[in-house]
């Protein structure tokens, strides 16, 4: 079974930094392509960014491009999201997602591609 833990969020104020991690347990991270996904108050989750399983290739959002990034570190089994000048309309529960994944430049944007899901983690950014 694979297991996908978050850490790193927190209450933050408007144009500040803050950096997410995510470990998936079980293989190492080179095995699976990841993501990370976003939840709002009374609205649906929404994708961020996701990084191929060789971490060549990345993907983002619109709003957040140029500001957002998202890179892995495959001897720790970890994935991070690097956030720059956040906003409060980005407060939401941030999900790491992974699966397998048999192709290795290829990075997957639907929530539906993946298998396996972290329970989040909560970030606040205050006006």
């Known amino acids: 079974q694979v297991q996908v833990v978050e850490s790193g969020g927190g209450l933050v104020q408007a144009g500040d930094s803050l950096r997410l991690s995510c470990t998936a347990s079980g293989r190492t991270s080179s095995a699976y392509a990841m993501a990370w996904f976003r939840q709002a108050p009374g609205k649906e989750r929404e994708f961020v960014a996701a990084?191929?399983?060789?971490?060549?290739?990345?993907d983002f959002v619109n709003s957040v491009k140029g500001r957002f990034a998202i890179f892995r570190e495959i001897a720790k089994n970890t994935v991070y999201l690097q956030m720059h000048n956040l906003r409060p309309d980005e407060t939401a529960v941030y999900y790491c997602?992974?699966?397998?994944?048999?192709?290795?430049?290829?990075?997957?944007?639907?929530?539906?591609?993946?298998?396996?899901w972290g329970q989040g983690t909560q970030v606040t950014v205050s006006s």
């Open positions: 997602a992974a699966r397998f994944s048999s192709t290795g430049a290829y990075a997957f944007v639907n929530s539906r591609d993946y298998t396996f």
């Open positions: 990084i191929s399983k060789n971490g060549y290739v990345a």
